[in-house]
């Protein structure tokens, strides 16, 4: 995988044992890929800081922050290792129930680690961003789908089955006062009868952006 020569293979199969296929030694000593997970998830988190970092140099903390916990999310770091095919590697136990499990993404934070701790944080590196979010990962297309708020949260409603509505008006008395002529729209969103966010903006797109995104912050939504 990756044409990877490893100097240590044992590491790279413990990164595969999840742990309900945890191995006990004599001794007692649990081996599984939790401490390996562990280290991956820092490593990883430093990569992609330093990554954006440089890529980004105008950028705010926020949105570098915000831009860094989509790139390290669970949901990421899962579809990650599937597309490199660890979710065939993975070791559990028979009887485990992977449905909704992110054990895939927790493997491939064990992975980096053991990849790490066998060559090196240099190498690891370059690993990660040239072979693997080089490959897979489009940070254009994460950044759009972090903007647009109002699709997040369609779909955040479809997968419950909420009804939505988010409806835009020209706020006349706005425009009525204006001095250079411009006008403002005013947007409400509605999640089963209740209305839960609002948003203003020069474009009926903006105030609906900027009504789902104070829905999203309102109701605490992670999607």
């Known amino acids: 995988m990756f044409g990877i020569f490893p100097n240590n293979i044992e590491l790279y199969k413990l990164a595969m044992i999840h742990k309900s296929a945890s191995i006990v030694l004599e001794d007692g000593t649990t081996m599984n890929n939790e401490r390996l997970e562990y280290l991956g998830d820092a490593i990883i988190e430093g990569i992609v800081s330093d990554m954006l970092y440089v890529e980004f140099p105008f950028k705010d903390e926020g949105f570098l922050t915000k831009l860094r916990s989509r790139l390290v999310s669970r949901r990421t770091l899962n579809q990650l290792a599937v597309s490199i095919g660890l979710d065939e590697c993975v070791i559990t136990q028979s009887s485990f129930n992977t449905a909704g499990k992110h054990l895939y993404g927790d493997a491939f934070e064990a992975m980096m ?3 790490y701790l066998d060559k090196g944080f240099d190498f690891t590196n370059r690993l990660l ?9 489009d940070l ?3 950044m759009e789908t972090e903007t647009d708020h109002k699709s997040r949260l369609i779909e955040w409603c479809q997968k419950r089955h909420k009804r939505l509505t988010i409806n835009a008006t020209l706020n006349e008395e706005d425009k009525k006062h204006s001095d250079d002529d411009s006008h403002h ?9 209740k209305d839960c966010g609002f948003g203003v903006g020069a474009s009926k797109k ?4 900027r009504a789902s995104q104070n829905t999203i912050t309102k109701l605490k939504i992670v999607i």
């Open 113 to 115: 680690g053991a990849v």
């Open 129 to 137: 961003i040239n072979k693997i979010f080089g490959k897979y990962i």
């Open 140 to 142: 254009e297309k994460i």
């Open 185 to 193: 729209f005013v947007a409400v969103v509605n999640i089963n009868g």
């Open 206 to 209: 903006e105030a609906e952006q």
